[in-house]
């Protein structure tokens, strides 16, 4: 169906900047949702970022919000995330995820069940 690539993961100093990338192949076209997901170690997956796939409206987790922005470009079949103002606390592997054919209601965004598609993960370590 639809598979995922994340790039841009790496060691960044503390106040530091990086660029997530997510690339899809497969039948990329069945995309309705993107998102950005984290998981720090025995923590639970985090909601950081969505983007449907028209529109311009983004959603974003409380823990990010003002320092990261996702964004997309249909044409490459790809999304990003900007990540400004990393802290420790930010140390994670991040994962994109995809929700293909139907929708998810703007309440179920943060929800990880209702992305059936995932990326193997990227790993950022913020340095303090």
């Known amino acids: 169906q639809v598979q995922l690539v994340e790039f841009g993961g790496g060691l960044v100093q503390a106040g530091g900047s990086l660029r997530l990338s997510c690339v899809a192949s497969?039948?990329?076209?069945?995309?309705?949702?993107m998102a950005w997901f984290r998981q720090a170690p025995g923590k639970e997956r985090e909601f950081l970022a969505a983007?449907?796939?028209?529109?311009?409206?983004?959603y974003y987790g409380d823990s990010v919000k003002g320092r990261f922005t996702i964004s997309r470009r249909n044409a490459e079949n790809s999304w990003y995330l900007q990540m400004n103002g990393l802290q420790p606390e930010d140390t994670a592997v991040y994962y994109c995820?995809?929700?293909?054919?139907?929708?998810?209601?703007?309440?179920?965004?943060?929800?990880?069940?209702?992305?059936?598609?995932w990326g193997q993960g990227t790993q950022v370590t913020v340095s303090s």
């Open positions: 995820a995809a929700k293909i054919y139907t929708r998810i209601i703007q309440s179920a965004l943060q929800d990880r069940d209702q992305y059936g598609t």
């Open positions: 497969g039948r990329p076209s069945t995309i309705t949702t």
């Open positions: 983007i449907r796939s028209v529109g311009q409206n983004t």
